[in-house]
């Protein structure tokens, strides 16, 4: 009987394991001096090197920033803000003193444009914008007020972002000795390789491939000069896989934006340079500013010296407070040895 | 009719008289106007739900909680207004939630159900229509006649109507009642005893008239009336008929009960009672918190509602429609509003109290798998009967413990003895008069003697089992050395058994006889009348009547209930003797004897059934009578019985006093007792000064002795002082003195209170409990009188002794020994505590992290409350991204190693008073997580700077890779910051930590692989992918995590080392384990270089790594605190730690 008793008692025994007694092994590290001191004069070595290397990188990024709102009545753009110039053209000259080697960019920018506006950036169907036929002739609702015109015709591309679509256009000309000759522009690859791949597709008809048939019954947005299947002569940028297109259709993160616009391969040589400008974009009802940059490259991008700086500052305030805290450490080691003594 | 509906409706409730009649075997009267009483069914139902109404009840009780309500408005408000997410993001998680908490309650109750049909289901034996019937327990009615065998357990509260025996006795086991392991004697009624067959009970008339259920186990109170030719006759029924449902019948073959209270109205159920809820400090800040952050949440709202309105402005490009042109600006107020509070209602945390949930039922585990809380002896676990209380337990500002059984070990033996004046010793089994240098043989006085008779006569004490029946076949005493004895006090076995080894045995009893074997000579004592003992009288007696055939009632009690009655013997030296006897720890009882004439005994015998058989108010007639038979008595003497400490109980209090905590000693045990108790146990030591505050009779003697003490106290503040009160003092001292009293308690650094009842120890936790300061109170207790002090207090803790389970089934959590008492508090509850209030606080701080970028953003986005991470991320932010680790480390996280904690218990003094939750340590979190989230925005942002291209080749972001950096660069900050803040890194925590970010990954990668056909947007697609794809993008979020980061490191290292919290320095006193991070990860034990990969794997999964260190703290070999050594430098450290503040 006690032999039972004893078995019911061992049964209830618990389990002598390191999980249940709460003995796992374990790395118990704490932050003493002993561990972080190194470590701060090591990442802050690691950070200044990597802030040198970054700020060094982005400064010799070259970058050239045209204006040509035309607020102002001496800019050349002013005339073209009145209200009642159509198709206005202006020139904005600029000197170029150091070779930009290629490929040279060049965006577009737009001040005080909220295109992170959440009806905003609703406002778009991107089944039609895949080339869905079904959504091509039934937009969806989030195009509201931009899905139908005023016959209840379908609108398309839908939205408020396609209706909005920057429409300005630029052709840049090098000036030699009052001989003027055309700078070539590519555009292909300025949009994500996967939008203008997957994201965005033409809608087609089974039977026929002109674009113009597939967008039969549908209507250009309210802004829009012209149709989309007229947006360029080439079928490879035309209607919703025209680049420009993809690129304003990916909205901004914050007001101040840039949009990719042309790639320049050969870069831009020492010399005068002439933007003519197709003035077509309103900015001056909503306080905004348009501007054109051309802008060269490094691996890590456009200009922006702040990466540089952050890493600097980090590794700097790292290995100060390194030798502070070394200091205080030195001295609280000896007021312990003497607090032994 | 409608009054019919209204009852079922139970508006009106039934009318119910207040006794119920019960005819035995349903034979109806037959008279027209019979009005059927209605009973239950014998149905037990310990469940909540059924299939039925599992969901809407449920679902209600769940919404009844204000975190779920509020989501579940905030998802309404989702569904009927144009917000800026959709309403999965708040109805997914909200579904997960409540899910997780619907499953685990459905299986609790589930379990129940599996455990409620198993009892309704076992087969019983029914007497029906003249026959024994087999049925399923749930079916007896009441009135069923219904038969149980030897070792059954009562399928429900039966009248007893009669046994096997002739005498109609059986015998009853309570133990899963109540405890007690002795056996209890019930009777049937005589005249019904004799009917023995099915078909002699078939044909029995009777009614019983009996009061309705309540739950008090020791009171039935009713009649039964047989009806017989010519006459009927009217029997009394009492506790002794009543078998109650969960005993079980023991050494009688066979009885026949009928069934007066059937399910849920037995009694055992009745005390199903749910306990009130307890809710623990750490509870009670959380709410807090979430209100401070509800009120920061509508802040945020009506900040960005009022700058909405301010700049208020659509651009041209974004033309509004008519119907939003039209709409009144009051309106679209409104409905700006609660889109933004839809936009940022992600600070209040979702999952937080699911997770604090699981954390404490896991968590609750380690307390019950604890080998350090297993009593070897008892093969007892420690027990947790709710989990809510775990952190609570790290909180511990005063203790209350009863003493006996508590601190001793309610391990009775007899020391000494006083009998008509004269001191005796008791050694090897021999009475030894003080004086008396040798035990030479004589003869025993005639005082010697009836003192001994009175020990052996007047108890409740039964012997063992095979005997009983042996002695009731051949009637006779058998070798009366191998009797064993069972008895419900044990102080009565030990007097007993001590009365046997001198000479006087009690060799078994019997309904009518006691029989006696006097120094080997058999002596058969009849016994007439047994006044039970009670708690008020405080003595019990017995009159029996000699083989000579003198008639004499025994009393024994507690001196204060005996001496003011005796009249004759030596009562001025016994009184001396009993505080004697006191001082030194011993218990002491008095007994106590007078003769009775024939004829007062009739008289006293007519009034005694009178009174037992009244049916009104017949505990009072009864008392009455009690106290009519037992005066003017002749003291025969006073015997002592020790009650040894348990072990470790000194050191356990001077721990728990380093560590901070108050103890109070309540006890029921008399003054002299106490004390001297008090002093082994090192509740009081010599030093001290004691303070006493008893005998007090009258309000202004006991305001006078008050403000006596108080200027004592103030006077002399070096000494240590103690406070003796006994219990009619203390119901003076707190009728009108109150704070006084408070102000005394609180200066004295120990309290012992005596004769305390047990309500009266429930109402000085409750007064300490309300005191301005509202300090956590732990009641500690084993016995019934403990329960009031055990329910009130913040923290109830039974000890598993041998007072019955009553005090463990009202516990919150149950140990087997006191001293276990430390490990609870100062290892468990210390580190239950740092875990689950950090776990609060990361919380709201991952939260705020979470939810403020998208505040800010709105500065940026004209206040249209465009979302800055996408809905999915919204969403899986709380319950999939950062739930795991945090869990974890609640689970597994050891700021200080176990052992450490033990052997210092001033480490305990840190967190007290909900430290970690302090006012100043949440705004430092909340602070924090602003900081942290101002840090991810404008870092991104200007990352971003002029909005140069981030890519090598030229090309532009958008708005959702943005969200991406701020959600990255946030998840693995928060992420991290957790990793700052383990201590302890086992395996799992590696595991769920570098899991969670490879998760966050894996799942950003697919997430934005294809153009999912189930999503409404396809704004993620490759959006992930395209940021990663950018060296700035990693570059920055290295950077921004590091500055998150760096001035917590930098404060953790400076505080650690310009002022160090003792537990900091309880860290470096054992210098890591020498476990470094990847042997943690493989799971390695200390030295092991090469692991033999698969079989590590498999112990990995069951959690078998070898243990790290074998010694146990309580082994011999690591003495802890014992010795006052380690308590002496335990407070040098304390010194130093001050010094260096200083």
Known sequence: MSRQRDQAVLKNKPDNTAFTQQRLPAWQPFLSAGYVLPTFFLLGLVFIAIGLGLYFTSNNVIEIELEYTGRSPNSSCHHCTKNDTKDCKCNIEFKVDKTLPGPVFMYYELVNFYQNHRKYGVSRDDDQLNGDLKYLKEPSEYCFPFRQDGQNRPIAPCG????????????????????????????????????????????????????????????????????????????????????????????????????????????????????????????????????????????????????????????SVSIVTGIIMLIVYIKYQGQNIRKVE | MIRWIRQQLGFDPPHQSPTRTIYVSNHFPQYENFVHQKFPDNRMISSKYTVWNFIPKNLFEQFRRIANFYFLVIFLVQLMID??????????????????????????????????????????????????????????????????????????????????????TCYVTTASLDGETNLKTHHAVPEIAKLRTVSQLHTLRAVITCHQPEPDLYRFVGQIRIQQNPNNIVRPLGPENLLLRGASLKNTNEVYGVAVYTGMDAKIALNYKSKSQKRSSVEKSMNTFLIVFLEILVIEAVISTILKYAWW??????????????????????????????????????????????????????????????????????????????????????????????????????????????????????????????????????????????????????????????????????????????????????????????????????????????????????????????????????IVETPEGKKILFTKGAESSILPLAKTGEIRTTSVHVDELAMKGLRTLCMACKYLTKKEYEELASQLLAARTSLQHREEEIANVFNLIERDLHLLGVSGVEDKLQDKVPETIEALKLAGIKVWVLTGDKLETAISVSLSSGHFHRAMNIL???????????????????????????????????????????????????????????????????????????????????????????????????????????????????????????????????????????LYYVRISHLVQYFFYKNVCFITPQFLYQFFCLFSQQTLYDGAYLTLYNICFTSLPILMYSLFEQDVQPHILQNKPSLYKEISRNEVLSLKRFLYWTLLGFCHAFIFFFGSYLLRGDDASMMGNGQMSGNWTFGFLVFTVMFITVTLKLGIETHYWTWINHFVMWGSIIFYFGFSLLYGAIIWPFLQSQDMYCVFVHML??????????????????????????????????????????????????????????????????RRILDQIMGRCKPLRVNRCWSDLDPCYTNDRSILTLSSMDGSSNASVV
């Open chain 2, 692 to 830: 006493e505050l008893t005998n007090q009779k009258s309000d202004t003697e006991c305001a006078a002795q008050l403000q006596r003490l108080d200027t004592r106290i103030k006077h002399d503040h070096v000494i240590q002082h103690g406070l003796v009160v006994d219990g009619t003092s203390l119901s003076l001292a707190l009728r009108g003195h109150e704070e006084l009293f408070i102000e005394i308690c609180k200066n004295c650094s120990a309290v012992l209170c005596c004769r305390m009842a047990p309500l009266q120890k429930a109402k000085v936790v409750r007064l300490l409990k309300t005191s301005p300061a509202k300090p956590i109170t732990l009641a500690i207790g084993d016995g019934a009188n403990d329960v009031s002090m055990i329910m009130e207090a913040n923290i109830g803790i039974g000890i598993m002794g041998k007072e019955g389970r009553q005090a463990v089934r009202n516990s919150d959590y149950a140990i087997a020994r006191f001293k276990f008492l430390a490990k609870l508090l100062f290892v468990h509850g210390h």
């Open chain 2, 83 to 168: 917000t800026p997410t959709s309403p999965y993001t708040s109805g997914l998680p909200l579904f997960f939630v409540i899910t997780v908490t619907a499953i685990k309650q459905g299986y609790e109750d589930w379990l129940r159900h599996k455990a409620d049909n198993e009892v309704n289901n076992t087969p019983v034996y029914v007497i029906r229509s003249g026959g024994l019937v087999q049925t399923r327990s749930q079916n007896i009615r009441v009135g069923d006649i219904v038969r149980i065998e030897k070792d059954q357990t009562f399928p429900t509260d039966l009248v007893l109507l009669s046994t096997d025996r002739e005498d109609g």
């Open chain 2, 313 to 542: 402005y659509e651009p041209s490009y974004n033309e509004r429609t008519t119907q939003e042109k039209n709409s009144s600006r009051i309106l679209t107020g409104i409905s700006d509003f609660l889109a933004f509070l839809v936009l940022y209602n992600y600070i209040i945390p979702i999952s937080l109290y699911v997770t604090v949930e699981m954390q404490k039922f896991l968590g609750s585990f380690f307390i019950v798998w604890d080998l350090d809380l297993y009593h070897d002896a008892t093969g007892q676990r420690a027990q947790v009967n709710t989990s809510d209380l775990n952190e609570e337990l790290g909180q511990v500002e005063y203790v209350f413990t009863d003493k006996t059984g508590t601190l001793t070990e309610n391990e009775m033996k007899f020391r000494e003895c006083s009998i008509n004046g004269i001191k005796y010793k008791y050694i090897n089994g021999n009475l030894v008069r003080e004086g008396v240098t040798d035990g030479e043989k004589y003869t025993f006085t005639d005082e010697e003697k009836m003192f001994l008779k009175a020990i052996s006569l007047c108890h409740t004490v039964h012997i063992n089992d095979q005997e009983e029946t042996r002695r009731s076949n051949l009637n006779s005493v058998v070798d009366s050395s191998s009797v064993q004895y069972y008895a419900a006090s044990p102080d009565e076995k030990a007097l007993v058994e001590a009365a046997r080894k001198i000479g006087i045995t009690f060799a078994g009893s019997s309904e009518k006889n006691i029989l006696l074997n006097e120094f080997g000579k058999e002596q058969r004592y009849k016994l007439l009348d047994i006044l039970e003992f009670d708690a008020n009288r405080r003595r019990m007696s017995v």
């Open chain 1, 160 to 315: 408020a972002i396609a209706n909005s679509m920057f429409n300005d256009s630029f052709v840049l000309y090098k000036v030699n000795n009052s001989e003027i000759s055309k700078v070539p522009l590519n555009s292909k690859g300025i949009s994500w390789w996967t939008d203008y791949n997957v994201k965005f597709n033409n809608p087609k008809l089974d039977n026929g491939t002109d674009l113009k048939q597939a967008f039969e019954g549908t209507v250009k947005p309210h802004n829009w000069p012209r149709p989309a299947y007229e947006l360029d002569t080439n079928p490879e940028n035309n209607g919703f896989i025209n680049e420009d297109f993809i690129v304003w259709m990916r909205t901004a993160a914050l007001p101040t934006f840039r949009k990719l616009y042309r790639r320049i391969d050969d870069g831009l040589q020492p010399g005068k340079y002439l933007v003519e400008i197709s003035y077509n974009y309103p900015v001056l009802s909503f306080n905004g500013q348009k501007r054109v940059t051309f802008s060269t490259i490094s691996w890590m991008g456009g200009r922006n010296p702040f990466l540089g700086i952050a890493y600097l500052v980090c590794g």
């Open chain 2, 1029 to 1094: 794809s950018s060296g700035s993008a990693w570059l920055g979020i290295i950077v921004i995590v590091v500055a998150c980061l760096f001035p917590d490191v930098l404060r953790k290292v400076f505080w650690r080392h310009a002022r160090p919290t003792l537990a900091q320095r309880s860290q470096l006193m054992e210098p890591n384990s020498g476990i470094t991070c990847m042997e943690s990860i493989c799971c390695y034990s200390r030295g092991e270089t090469v692991c033999s990969p698969l």
